[in-house]
């Protein structure tokens, strides 16, 4: 079911996209409407799943975490889930993303070092039943739109 978006919903979405801790009064404000309706549309996005969850940007190097990397890997499609599970219980995972391409996943990746995501490369992932491959590209720079793209 599509759920009827206006110029006022709009509004709080990207305020909120920008900065997720703005507090209903400074909304209010931004919108030109009461805190109340303000309340009320944050509840019906969330309710309809157009918010889904409030987060933190972590700046994982200064928790000792100085690698930052993608893999693209290459399953055994009736190891799914079993994979899936696998991956997210591991903590140097951030994110798993289904894809189409010449991988299957493509997955999020912390790591202490360089040696840190060596290790897990070559022995964590590759211990998982039905993991084929894997292409890692180690990300230099992250760049991140600070403002809702519609």
């Known amino acids: 079911m599509k759920v009827k978006i206006d110029d006022k919903d709009l509004m709080i979405l990207r305020a ?6 703005k507090r209903l009064a400074e909304l209010s404000d931004v919108v030109g409407i009461s805190i109340t309706a303000v309340r009320n549309r944050i509840t019906k996005l969330i309710r309809h799943r157009i918010i889904t969850g409030f987060y933190v940007d972590v700046d994982f190097s200064k928790l000792g975490y100085g690698i ?3 893999s693209g890997v290459k399953i055994e499609p009736k190891f799914r889930e079993e994979i ?3 991956l997210l219980a591991s ?3 951030l994110n798993v993303y289904e894809v189409t391409g010449d991988f299957d996943l493509l997955i999020e990746i912390i790591a202490k070092d360089i040696d840190d995501l060596r290790k897990f490369l070559t022995m964590d992932i590759f211990r998982i039943p039905g993991v084929k491959k894997t292409n890692t590209m180690i990300i230099l720079k992250k760049y991140r739109r600070r403002s809702l793209p519609i």
């Not at 909120?16 to 801790?21: F, I, K, P, T």
């Open 16 to 21: 909120l996209y920008v900065d997720a801790r």
């Open 68 to 70: 930052h990397a993608l």
């Open 84 to 86: 899936m599970k696998s």
């Open 91 to 93: 903590k140097k995972v």
